[in-house]
């Protein structure tokens, strides 16, 4: 009995720790100092779309967007989309790869979410989102996505 004991406690100490351990890589790996990209370059205007939803400056990530004709889009409703829960979950932003062609291009990043759960379970999930965007006037605009899906 005492042995089945402390294989729990040693059990649990290592599940601890991993726990621990997780959350500090997340820690270190996102404080890395962000350079930023040109405001008129598609890639920089993600940039700062997602940099402006980070820190809750919704009106500013807002004005980014040129969402298309058919789609009824007001601040309002956009910004109710971010009902984030109390304790939103650690991510990080990579740019993968992205094209230019004349007055469009697309961008793709890869938002990695960092979740703990069981031992067993990936603690990362991995989505690639591809940004279209528009130049209009001279700024690039974001065409789709328009929602902020990919964090939750």
């Not at 993600?46 to 400056?57: C, F, N, P, S």
């Amino acid at each position: 009995m005492k042995s089945s004991k402390r294989l729990l406690a040693i059990f649990a100490g290592a599940v601890g720790l991993l726990a621990l351990v997780t959350l500090l890589l997340v820690l270190l790996v996102g404080n890395k100092p962000v350079e930023m990209l040109s405001v008129d370059s598609p890639e920089g205007t993600v940039q700062r779309y997602l940099m402006a939803i980070e820190d809750g400056e919704y009106l500013d990530a807002f004005n980014y967007l040129s969402p298309l004709p058919d789609e009824k889009l007001t601040y309002e409703n956009w910004q109710m989309s971010f009902n984030y829960p109390s304790e939103r979950p650690a991510y990080r932003v990579t740019l993968a790869q992205s094209d230019t062609s004349g007055d469009n291009a697309t961008v793709e990043v890869v938002v990695e979410v960092f979740r703990s759960g069981s031992p067993f379970d990936n603690p990362v999930n991995s989505n690639h989102v591809i940004f279209i965007l528009e130049r209009i006037s001279g700024s690039w605009k974001i065409t789709s996505p328009t929602w902020v899906w990919w964090i939750y």
